[in-house]
T-cell receptor, first 112, second 114 residues
Framework: EDQVTQSPEALRLQEGESSSLNCSYT??????LFWYRQDPGKGPEFLFT???AGEEKEKERLKATLTKKESFLHITAPKPEDSATYLC?????????????FGSGTRLQVQP | GAGVSQSPSNKVTEKGKDVELRCDPI?????LYWYRQSLGQGLEFLIY????????KSGLPSDRFSAERTGGSVSTLTIQRTQQEDSAVYLC????????????FGSGTRLTVV
């Protein structure tokens, strides 16, 4: 069974204080690992997809990296508007199954 | 439309009643997904549609849950004889076929069973 574990559950940072969120996963053949951002009362918003170990993607202050067992979302010099819940999900190679398996998320709060 | 639209945004229902939740995907998106998000939990997959067919219904929690999609567009998730444990946010997402680099989610329907 595919599993995704995110840590920490919650993280409070000062504006400008860089940090990393962790996503550990087990999957029977990784097709893709996804990062989403979710604001209160809204659906998740797509950030990145990573396909293979060693891959990195960047968007503004966010950088996602992938190894064979985990992914990190690095946040550089965060701003208060980066406050949100960050969700990690995996999709398995089984082509008959399109579902994503999500972790429970990391709630990030960035204080001015 | 410009995004995935879900209605209603909030629904309060009495235990034992049936409810219907609607999803209007992005025009041209052939794949449609329903997920459920309970308080403090991750998103839980319910069902996947490709066109009007549902090749993966493995996440539907019981036979009280059903879903259909018509015209390759609008989808309805129906919950019969609602129970308190059905209370959650029901999220719909759509994507172009085989677009594995991210679905587009709607804002969800918050269902409260009292």
């Amino acid at each position: 069974e595919d599993q995704v574990t995110q840590s920490p559950e919650a993280l409070r940072l000062q504006e400008g204080e860089s940090s990393s969120l962790n996503c550990s996963y087990t999957v029977s053949g990784l097709r893709g690992l996804f990062w989403y951002r979710q604001d209160p009362g809204k659906g998740p918003e797509f950030l990145f997809t990573l396909y293979s170990a060693g891959e990195e993607k960047e968007k503004e202050r966010l950088k996602a990296t992938l190894t064979k067992k985990e992914s990190f979302l690095h946040i550089t010099a965060p701003k208060p508007e980066d406050s949100a819940t960050y969700l990690c999900a995996v999709q398995a190679v089984d082509t008959g199954r399109r579902a994503l398996t999500f972790g429970s998320g990391t709630r990030l709060q960035v204080q001015p | 439309g410009a995004g995935v639209s879900q209605s209603p945004s909030n629904k309060v229902t009495e235990k034992g009643k049936d409810v219907e939740l609607r999803c209007d995907p992005i025009s041209g998106h052939t794949a449609l997904y329903w997920y459920r998000q309970s308080l403090g939990q991750g998103l839980e997959f319910l069902i996947y549609f490709q066109g009007n067919s549902a090749p993966d219904k493995s996440g539907l929690p019981s036979d009280r849950f059903s879903a259909e999609r018509t015209g390759g567009s609008v989808s309805t998730l129906t919950i019969q004889r609602t129970q308190q444990e059905d209370s959650a946010v029901y999220l719909c997402a759509s994507s172009t076929y085989d677009r594995i680099y991210g679905y587009t989610f709607g804002s969800g329907t918050r269902l409260t069973v009292v």
